[in-house]
């Protein structure tokens, strides 16, 4: 029997399900010009970058870039490193035969690529040259703090600095009127312990090793001592390297401290001269081959020839009679 309409009962209305599919917007609603844009940009970019390049250089330093990026100067693994001994069996743009130089295996398989000697070179005098630059700003630095300070500008007649095959020296050296340590002791005055921090603070962000070496004159000690002026001129060098430490200086940047006696003197004709008692505080050339294969011959008087010496901060008066033993 069919159910019968209540007519209290609401109308079942049908559900209707509408589906949109969006196609998207085309033509210059889309965003693909966006990204063409961008890489348009980003070359253009790319390009002044390089103009910026060119102009900011000049030749021997575009060519030092240049072979910088030059794959004959990376030693390279012998064993798949070119590609023919990999799983392809094929070959690479690293293949010998696309060298710029020759290369051979040495006995632990590894492979030796010739370096250019002319890039080595141009490179080592990029980097000296770097290293000039950054030795005259200490300079200038520190003329300037020192003349800043009275207690300090007083001992300008004893601070010089001269350039050496090992790098930039800072000679800090006795006067007629003035030594740096008490007589035969490793115990430094107090403004020289004042120079000495000057001096740290001065030279302890380079990157630059240090070399530290004592000098004595010739005055003997008197027979029966236990000590003499080699080891009087190590004990004032370790004196000065504590000095520097405590005015800031990294310990790992020392590279060596010597005490070299008289055997260096600064005025080889008087070996009894106050002037050859003195600390040498050397900032190395980065690249430190050059000084390292022209060692100082310890019985060549001064340890550098004196045309290669200037850039001194103050000459050094001349002595006069008054002498101070060590």
């Known amino acids: 029997m069919a159910r019968k309409s ?10 209707i399900v509408k589906k949109i599919i969006d196609e998207g917007h085309g033509g210059h609603h889309g965003g693909a010009w966006k990204v063409a844009y961008a890489d348009f940009v980003t070359a253009m970019m790319a390009f002044f970058l390089l103009l910026w390049l060119l102009g900011a250089t000049n030749e021997k330093e575009r060519k030092g870039i240049a072979d910088y990026f030059n794959p004959s100067l990376t030693p390279e693994s012998a064993a798949g490193s070119d590609g023919g001994m990999g799983f392809l069996k094929g070959d690479s743009i690293t293949a010998p035969q696309d060298m710029p130089t020759h290369s051979k295996l040495a006995p632990n398989g590894q492979k030796l690529v010739a370096k250019n000697p002319d890039v080595i070179a141009q490179a080592k ?13 200490l300079r200038e630095m520190l003329e300037e703090h020192m003349k800043k300070d009275p207690s300090l500008a007083r001992l300008q007649q004893s601070v010089r600095l001269v350039e050496t095959r090992e790098g930039l020296r800072i000679d800090l050296v006795d006067q007629s009127d003035f030594a740096m340590f008490t007589l035969g002791t490793e115990n430094m005055v107090p403004a020289a312990q004042k120079l000495i921090a000057e001096v740290a603070r001065v030279i302890k962000d380079v990157p ?4 530290v070496r004592g000098h004595t004159d010739a005055l003997p ?15 004032r060098a370790d004196a000065t390297r504590r000095g520097l430490i405590a005015g800031g200086v990294d310990i790992n940047r ?7 006696a008289d ?23 980065l690249n430190s081959d050059d000084a390292r294969s022209h060692p100082v011959s310890p019985t060549s008087g001064h340890s550098d020839p004196t045309p290669e010496e200037h850039k001194a901060v103050v000459k050094i008066n001349t002595p006069s009679d008054k002498k101070v033993s060590k």
Do not use: C, H
């Open 6 to 15: 209540n007519k209290n009962e609401p109308e079942i209305r049908p559900i």
């Open 263 to 285: 055997r260096e003197p600064y005025v080889p004709e008087n070996r009894m001269d106050p002037r050859n008692r003195r600390m040498s505080i050397t900032l190395s050339w």
């Open 254 to 260: 020392f590279d060596r401290i010597e005490g070299v």
């Open 125 to 137: 005098e990029i980097i000296k040259q770097n290293d000039r630059q950054r030795f005259e700003k």
């Open 221 to 235: 000690y008197a027979s029966g001592q236990n000590v003499n002026n080699w080891t009087l001129s190590a004990a």
């Open 208 to 211: 630059n090793m240090i070399i």
